[in-house]
């Protein structure tokens, strides 16, 4: 045997290298946005043609390059935001290796077009291997064209999504980076993001999210429990404007969720970390998406919070102003689904700046600087399976103990009733119940237990009672259902983490009646 070692040519270990920086269009078009962002560009236009395999484009007006920095850009390693070890930790910008150029450059047909203001420079490259430079008009900027993406790599190929695939990852790419910089334009394929604040662009892209969250250094929205996905999909972290993804922080705000989703399903965000870059190290991965922090439990605990008051009830209501009995209302009508302990004088709830006003149907109006609407049914279903769940709820003795056969292997589920605070035995293969919470009825038993027998929850079981109130509720009932929906463990959601209340403005009025008449 005859051992040769022989020494790669630079284009060969820019190719190998390019695996790393290089997966697929869309980890080319981050890169590329990302360079014309660092340069400071206030127009980014992406265009793909076939998911990007056959030609990406990202045109910008940022700050561009001279002649020499056209070439040398191209080299691996070759970068204008970092010179030593130390600038890592202090780095503002969004790339810092100086490794894409020379990787996308290195797999595919390759175009630059550059121009500081004054000469414009053009260089082709092939493979890595720059087969033309030569001067050309253009204003200050940049334009990148790929062509041809792994035409020299057909393993890499082989393992690419489909161009429609591919194209909507870039989409999601484009969008993702666009909603934290608003005020840069971002056009796709031709087709402008509309949105000049961080709220609109957000909106226009993901749609309404409807909680703000605004702590010291975390901002963003968070969208209602009820919009809760299957997948991760929909939540965007960043930090420091760029985005990252980050298993603990995604847990963070899960947790500040708390029951108002399932298990097993994820919160929908969009969330903007502002962090001392000394505090994170973002240097983990090569994608630059995932990140490590200096102290993982303050993070955590900052995030948790920030999206914990988020969902407080003080973003609706008013604080208690006083202690006074309330002598406006009487309780001496039976409320609706509850035998109330009489209430006395001193125990009476507190005052509250919001005024019941009305009830229309089912929902209660009540008057603060605008107005605010209660979905009563929705109230009922959380003060249901709050007092269901406490067990605590005072038991209602039942006159005529209600009975209901038992059919066979369903005495354990029957039995498990005593923990909601329900009074049972059973009898013969009869389970008799002796007596309710005070806000289950017990025209309402028999469906309860139908479907606490095929093993829903208890937040599906209430929701579906407090759906199917039919009755009417007088404003003396609305306003101690509102009252008793204070106590709740969350009275801005109803078990399955649908909104109980809404504001109204003047203006959603005149909409109603523009949409009805217009
Ligand atoms: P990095 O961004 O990590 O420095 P790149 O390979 O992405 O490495 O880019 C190399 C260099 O090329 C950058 O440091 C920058 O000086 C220059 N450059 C790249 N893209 C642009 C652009 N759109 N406008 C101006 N300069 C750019
Ligand atoms: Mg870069």
Redesign the pocket.
């Known amino acids: 045997m005859n051992p040769k070692i022989l020494k790669l040519s630079p284009s060969v270990i820019n190719q190998i290298a390019a695996g790393e920086v290089v997966e697929n269009p869309a980890s080319i078009v981050k ?2 946005i ?3 962002l ?2 400071g ?1 206030q127009r980014i236009a992406v265009d793909l043609v076939e998911g990007g395999f056959q030609l990406i484009r990202v045109e ?1 007006d ?4 001279g002649p020499e ?1 056209a070439l040398l ?1 191209l080299e691996r390693h ?4 970092l010179q030593t070890v130390d600038d890592l930790q202090t780095l503002q910008t ?9 990787a996308i450059s290195a797999v595919s047909h390759f175009e630059l077009k ?1 121009s500081d203001g004054s000469l414009g420079t053009r260089v082709l490259s092939e493979g890595g291997n720059i087969v033309r430079v030569e001067p050309t008009a253009r204003n200050r900027g ?1 334009t ?1 064209e790929v062509r041809s993406l792994f035409y020299n790599v057909p393993a890499r190929k082989k393992f690419q999504k489909s161009a429609s695939a591919s194209a909507a990852q870039v989409t999601k790419v484009v969008e993702t980076i666009a909603m934290a910089h608003p005020e840069t334009s971002f056009s796709l394929n031709g087709k402008e993001f509309a949105g000049s604040s961080q709220k609109e662009r957000i909106q226009e892209i993901l749609g309404e999210h409807e909680h703000e969250v605004n702590g010291a250094n975390l901002s963003g929205f968070v969208a209602s429990p009820a919009k809760a996905m299957a997948t991760r999909a929909g939540q965007y972290f960043y930090i420091n404007k760029r985005p990252i993804f980050s298993p603990l922080l995604s847990k963070a705000v899960k947790q500040a969720f708390g029951t108002r989703i399932a298990e097993h399903s994820h919160p929908r965000f969009v969330l903007f970390l502002e962090i001392d870059p000394e505090a994170v190290d973002v240097n983990v991965h090569p994608q630059k998406r995932e990140v490590r922090f200096r102290d993982e439990g303050r993070v955590f605990r900052m995030v948790q919070e920030a999206v914990e008051k988020a969902f407080s009830p003080k973003m609706i209501f008013s604080e208690p102003i006083s202690f006074t009995p309330l002598p406006a209302f009487s309780f001496q009508e039976t409320p609706y689904r509850e035998e109330a302990p009489p209430l006395k004088e001193e125990t009476l709830p507190l005052v509250f700046q919001e005024k019941p006003i009305a009830v229309l149907g089912s929902y209660l109006l009540l008057q603060k600087e605008g107005w605010i609407l209660v979905d009563l049914r929705a109230a009922y279903a959380r003060i249901l399976y709050d007092s269901l769940r406490s067990s605590r709820g005072a038991s209602q003795s039942l006159i005529w103990p209600l009975e209901i056969p038992l059919g066979p292997g369903e005495e354990e589920r029957a039995m498990a009733l005593s923990e909601l605070g329900i009074e049972c035995r059973i009898l013969k293969k009869t389970l008799v119940i002796d007596a309710l919470p005070s806000f289950l009825e017990a025209a309402d038993f028999p469906s309860f237990f139908a479907e606490w027998k095929e093993g829903k929850n208890l937040e599906q079981i209430s929701a579906r009672l407090g759906r199917s109130v039919k009755k009417h509720f007088s404003l003396e009932i609305a306003t101690f259902y509102w009252k008793k929906l204070r106590e709740c463990s969350d009275c801005l959601y109803d078990p399955l983490g649908n909104p109980i209340f809404a504001e109204v403005s003047e203006e959603d009025l005149a909409k109603v009646i523009r949409g009805k008449h217009g």
């Not at 070759?78 to 935001?81: D, G, H, L, N, P």
């Open positions: 890169e590329l990302e360079n014309s660092d340069a560009a910008d940022g700050c561009g390059m920095d850009c070759a970068t204008s935001k969004m790339g810092f290796r100086g490794e894409a150029l020379a550059t940049t990148i």
